[in-house]
């Protein structure tokens, strides 16, 4: 079986790396030439962990192109991994999905061939893939689904920072398919790929599209709800987050999984999934309060870590603020919605406030974003030298080595939002600051 992988980015690139590590021969299509340039030198073209270990380990077998047709001649599946930006009223454009399935069926409707698979693996509202997609590959091509084609809805649920994993060892496969033939050949697919034997849900494609935003919803609806005990704990003496997430993740109804009590979601997913979540639920006249809710705490907790830093501020002689972590999480250059980013613009609102900010990997999106608005650190002593009040806002392993050495004004006060530091590696200068306890 011989694969083709439209869209080269983030998932795309990780995913064609992942099959073609794995034995298939990949062909990925992208737009954007740089990165089929980039694959085609055996390079990564984009950053993420692993990523670049596995277009070594592809041996040959993973090349891009810019042309469709050739992807199609050359491969009996087609992964769709294209952009699905969020619309003005919530739902995902498929505007992306679109432009490349016209020219992926135009090529089908040419290439002398009894059967393809295409794959939608991009996020996309649900009733997209029935109500738009398959209607256009049927138009476009003049062939009929299941019998010429066949279409699985396939998003995958990795994280950014640690995609290549995931992908390869998922607890879950999603797979919305056509008909059984075509979720037989997807699932042979990741027979070969996955490194452990994921749950297997199959399903119809419909009830795959919701599965996807729902699951992302109810992952963010626990950290509103940690994020709500975290704001509790800071307000009850002898009261730890940690003690009692640890208990709450025990029960297996709950597990621990995203249930830490620190700062809110970010990045280019929870926000812009519960985002369709709400849109599609009115779409069917129902209102999705729990997701509203979810969304509504999240913005508050950074109100919330803002007011704690002005307290802070207003202390002392604290009108630089140190902001550690730039990046929605750590390992990843992607600052979409993150939260260190959020925080920033709250202080930038206020007057007479300067901000320098280090971030192991996401400086450069940093400054695309905030211009000289901002100032920007060398190194995580130099922002921690130039500054007595510090938020740290990412789990990043170097933050977790900050230490009494690293520090220059005596005192100083990190606010740390992960409960990351040893407080006892601090000395003694330094006020240490665990958000979800009695902080002062
Ligand atoms: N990044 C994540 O964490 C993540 C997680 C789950 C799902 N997703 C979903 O996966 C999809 C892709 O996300 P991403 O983060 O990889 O995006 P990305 O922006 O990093 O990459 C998308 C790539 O598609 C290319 N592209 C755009 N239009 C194209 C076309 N017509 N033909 C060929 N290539 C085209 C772009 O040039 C780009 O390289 C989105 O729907 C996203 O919601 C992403």
Request: glycine share 8%; aromatic share 8%; net charge neutral.
């Amino acid at each position: 079986m011989r694969l083709s992988v439209i869209g080269l980015g983030k998932l795309g690139a990780s995913s064609a790396a992942c099959f073609a590590a794995k034995g298939f021969e990949v062909i990925g299509v992208d737009i954007n030439k740089d990165f089929v340039d980039a694959i085609n030198n055996g390079q990564a073209p984009v950053y993420e962990p692993r990523l670049q270990e596995f277009i070594a380990r592809s041996q040959g077998r993973l090349k891009a192109t810019q042309d469709y047709a050739e992807a199609i001649r050359n491969s009996d599946v087609t992964f769709l991994i294209v952009p699905t930006p969020s619309r003005q009223d919530g739902h995902f454009s498929d505007k992306y999905l679109q432009d490349a399935l016209k020219h992926l069926a135009a090529a089908f409707r040419d290439a002398p061939k009894k059967y393809h698979l295409f794959v939608i693996t991009s996020t996309v509202s649900p009733g997209t893939t029935g109500e738009s997609l398959i209607p256009l590959i049927e138009s476009v091509s003049g062939k009929k689904m299941n019998r010429d084609f066949g279409v699985c809805f396939n998003p995958e649920f990795i994280a950014l920072g640690s995609v290549i994993t995931d992908l390869l060892n998922p607890d879950l496969l999603l797979i919305g398919e056509s008909d059984k033939a075509a979720g037989d050949q997807l699932v042979g697919i990741y027979e070969k790929v996955c490194e452990n034997k994921p749950y297997i849900a199959r399903m119809s494609i419909i009830s795959a599209e919701i599965t996807k935003i729902s699951l992302n919803s109810y992952i963010t609806m626990k950290i509103s709800f940690a994020n709500t005990l975290a704001n509790l704990c800071e307000a009850i003496p002898g009261t730890h987050i940690d003690d009692i997430t640890k208990a709450l993740g025990a029960d297996r109804r709950i597990s621990p999984y995203y249930l830490k009590g620190g700062l809110s979601f970010g990045g280019p997913c929870f926000p812009r999934d519960n985002r369709a979540f709400v849109a599609f639920a009115q779409k069917y006249g129902i209102d999705a309060k729990l997701v509203k809710a979810t969304d509504e705490v999240n913005r508050f907790q950074i109100d919330h870590l803002a007011e704690k830093i002005f307290g802070y501020m207003a202390e002392g002689p604290n009108n630089v603020v140190a902001v550690l972590g730039l990046a929605f999480k750590p390992n990843t250059r992607v600052i979409e919605e993150s939260p260190g980013v959020k925080i920033i613009e709250e202080l930038l609102k206020k007057k007479d406030v300067e901000i320098i900010v280090y971030d192991p990997l996401a400086m450069e999106n940093a400054r695309a974003h905030f211009g000289d608005n901002i100032l920007y650190a060398s190194s995580m002593k130099d922002c921690l030298s130039n500054s007595s009040l510090c938020v740290i806002t990412t789990q990043a392993e170097e933050f977790k080595t900050i230490r009494e050495s690293d520090i220059r004004h005596h005192p100083t006060t990190i606010i740390d939002c992960w409960r990351i530091l040893d407080p006892s590696r601090l000395g003694r200068h330094v006020k240490h600051v665990s958000v979800g306890t009695v902080g002062r």
